[in-house]
Nanobody
Framework: QSQLVESGGGSVQPGGSLRLSCKVD????????IGWFRQAPGKGREGVSC????????YYADSVKGRFTIHRDEAKKTVDLQMNSLKPEDTAVYHC????????????WGQGTQVTVSS
C-alpha cells in the first residue's frame, strides 16, 4: 500500500477558499490516477474529483464542478485540490485516494483533513 498524506484543511466562511494538498510516496504515484473523496458526518463517501496519470484528464462531481480544480505535479508527486466558493455542504473530511484508474475501487487513501465551512 502507498502512503498518502493530506494537508491544507481548516475552517472558512461560506464563499471562501481552501487549497488541499496530497503528498504521495514515490512508489505509489507514477502510473496511478489520484483523486479526492469526502465524507461528512452521518453520510457516505462522495467522490469529489480525480486526475489521471496520463494526460492529466480531470473529473469532478456535479456538486463541485466550476468551484473545485484538481492539479497534479509529477515532479513533486503531489495532487492539489483548489476549492473556491465554498458552501456549508462542503463540510467534510477530505481524503486523497489512489486508484488504478479514475472510477475504480480505491487502492490506498490517507487519513484525511477536515474542511469546515460555516459562518
Amino acid at each position: 500500500q502507498s502512503q498518502l498524506v493530506e494537508s491544507g484543511g481548516g475552517s472558512v466562511q461560506p464563499g471562501g477558499s481552501l487549497r488541499l494538498s496530497c503528498k504521495v510516496d514515490e512508489f505509489g504515484f507514477d502510473n496511478y490516477d489520484i483523486g479526492w473523496f469526502r465524507q461528512a458526518p452521518g453520510k457516505g463517501r462522495e467522490g469529489v474529483s480525480c486526475i489521471t496519470s496520463a494526460e492529466h484528464r480531470t473529473y469532478y462531481a456535479d456538486s463541485v464542478k466550476g468551484r473545485f480544480t484538481i492539479h497534479r505535479d509529477e515532479a513533486k508527486k503531489t495532487v492539489d485540490l483548489q476549492m473556491n466558493s465554498l458552501k456549508p455542504e462542503d463540510t467534510a473530511v477530505y481524503h486523497c485516494v489512489r486508484q488504478s484508474v479514475c472510477g475504480a475501487p480505491y487502492d490506498s487513501w490517507g487519513q484525511g483533513t477536515q474542511v469546515t465551512v460555516s459562518s
